[in-house]
């Protein structure tokens, strides 16, 4: 008689439809911020846009989340090696580059009230407001990431990963590196989109 593994069988079903779970949800965010940007160009198209300069926070932010996306390449290739400690340093390293990424936006949106340039209120106008729900609605996903790049993070610590069983880092990777291009994306599209 042969016994059945019920928490094994759970865990490998949860295994097999995370990395098509994950894509579900990269398609659904992708659909999000087309919306946003197709709405920003129609809302332009109306008249009464403000022109103003990005911040430089924007491209100091820009540096941050490419150089992160090179860690994050670092620390994959380096659980395939089974080098944990490579791992460890690789996840650290990116998720400090994600907070520099994260404290040069809100830098950025501190530029632009200096500026005048205001989200909501007598003074705003559509086009500060849009920059500031894109950019907003892309580091609110960018915290969900340096949560799972936290949680990876403490996993690598305790040795949960290695060379077979690596999927928890590719899922994070897969994400970040999709925030990064998403970001890289949205900082053409409004540098260019004027």
């Given amino acids: 008689m042969q016994t059945v593994d019920i928490n094994a069988e ?22 999000l911020f087309a919306g946003l940007t197709s709405a920003y160009i ?5 008249g009464n ?15 941050f989340i490419v150089l992160s996306s090179a860690t994050m390449l670092w620390s994959v290739s380096s659980i395939k090696q089974n080098n944990l400690a490579n791992l460890q340093r690789g996840l650290l390293i990116t998720f400090l580059l994600g907070i520099g990424f994260a404290w040069s936006q809100f830098a950025a949106w501190g530029d632009l009230i200096e500026t ?4 909501t209120g007598a003074k705003s106008n559509a ?15 960018l915290g969900g990431g340096l949560l799972s ?4 993070f403490i996993k690598a610590y305790r ?11 590719e899922l ?14 949205l900082l053409l599209f409004l540098l260019f989109i004027r």
Avoid: C
């Fill in 149 to 152: 790049l936290l949680f990876t």
């Fill in 10 to 31: 759970f865990k490998a079903a949860r295994a097999k439809a995370a990395k098509p779970m994950l894509w579900i949800g990269i398609v659904t965010m992708i659909m």
């Fill in 42 to 46: 129609v809302r332009q198209a109306e």
């Fill in 159 to 169: 040795g949960k990963y290695s060379a077979e069983n690596k999927l928890g880092v």
């Fill in 127 to 141: 086009a500060g407001s849009y920059l500031y729900v894109i950019s907003g609605v892309h580091l609110a996903h």
């Fill in 49 to 63: 846009w403000l022109q103003f300069n990005l911040p430089l926070q924007f491209y100091i932010s820009t540096a």
């Fill in 116 to 119: 005048g340039i205001f989200f």
């Fill in 172 to 185: 994070v990777a897969t994400y970040w590196h999709f925030l990064d291009i998403l970001w890289v994306y």
